[in-house]
C-alpha cells in the first residue's frame, strides 16, 4: 500500500528553548468566555455550559513575525486575541483538579473571523464553519511552558493594530477557567496529546485589513506579531 499523493505534513507549533516542536491533531474554540465581549456581540454570558466550535488542525500555525492574507469572501474580517493551550496529555471524564496537569504550554493567538458570514449564519441558525475554520485562521505564538512563568489564570491580554490599542482585558475575567474547559471538553470528546484550545477573547474585537500589523500579547506568556496582507 502506498499513498496516492504525499500526505501534507502535520501541522506544528514551536516550544520555547526547545528542539521539538509540537503536533496539532485538533483545535478546540470556546465562546464567550469573557462577560464584556458576549455583550458586545449582544449576547449574556451563560455559566450553564461552555460552548464550543472547531477549526481545522491545518488551519492552525504559528505566524509570529509572518505575514497572513487577507481571506476572500469577507468585508468584516476581525481580530480576537485568545489565550491558547496546548496538551500533552489526554483524556476522558477529567477532574478540574488534574486538568492543568495535561497542558504542555501557553500561546498568544489570534482568532480570526469572517464576521460578517458568522453575523449571517447566526442569522440563519446555520454553522460557523465558514466564518471561523479558514486557512489562516488560527494564528499563534511559540508555546511557553508553565514551568517558564506562564499560566492560563491571571494577566494582562492585550491586542494592537498598528499602534493602537483595540483590545485589552484580563485572563482572570474568563467566565470559565481553562481547567473547567479541559475538563468538561473531556466529557464530550477524548482528548489527546496533539489537541489545542483557543480560550475565547475579550472585549474590542473589531475588523483589520490588509496592510494592518497586529500585535498580540499576554502578560507571562508572549507576545504574537502579525503583518496581514
Ligand atoms: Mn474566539
Redesign the pocket.
Known amino acids: 500500500m502506498s499513498y496516492l499523493f504525499a500526505p501534507p505534513p502535520p501541522p506544528t507549533l514551536p516550544i520555547l528553548d526547545s528542539d521539538q516542536v509540537f503536533p496539532i491533531r485538533r483545535a478546540f ?1 470556546v ?1 464567550r468566555n469573557y462577560a464584556a465581549h458576549a455583550a458586545e456581540m449582544g449576547n449574556e454570558v451563560d455559566r450553564e455550559a461552555p460552548f464550543y466550535f472547531l477549526k481545522s488542525a491545518h488551519h492552525v500555525l504559528f505566524a509570529d513575525g509572518g505575514e497572513v492574507p487577507v481571506p476572500p469572501r469577507t468585508e468584516n474580517y476581525q481580530h ?1 486575541i ?1 489565550l491558547v493551550a496546548a496538551l500533552d496529555r489526554g483524556g476522558t471524564g477529567i477532574a478540574v483538579a488534574d486538568a492543568l496537569d495535561h497542558v504542555l504550554g501557553y500561546a498568544v493567538g489570534l ?1 480570526m ?1 469572517r464576521r460578517d458570514l458568522q453575523q449571517d449564519s447566526k442569522d440563519k441558525r446555520r454553522s460557523w464553519d465558514t466564518s471561523k475554520d479558514f486557512e489562516y485562521s488560527g494564528l499563534c505564538s511559540v508555546l511557553c511552558p508553565p514551568g517558564k512563568g506562564a499560566r492560563p489564570d491571571q494577566g494582562a491580554i492585550t491586542l494592537h493594530v498598528n499602534g493602537a490599542l483595540r483590545q485589552s482585558g484580563d485572563l482572570a475575567d474568563q467566565v470559565w477557567s481553562l481547567a473547567e474547559i479541559i475538563a468538561d471538553l473531556s466529557t464530550l470528546y477524548q482528548l489527546e496529546a496533539g489537541d489545542v484550545i ?1 480560550t ?2 475579550p472585549s474590542g474585537v473589531g475588523p483589520v485589513v490588509a496592510g494592518d500589523a497586529l500585535l498580540g500579547a499576554i502578560e507571562g506568556i508572549g507576545t504574537l506579531n502579525v503583518q496581514l496582507r
Open positions: 474554540c465562546g480576537e485568545e482568532d473571523t483557543f475565547g477573547t
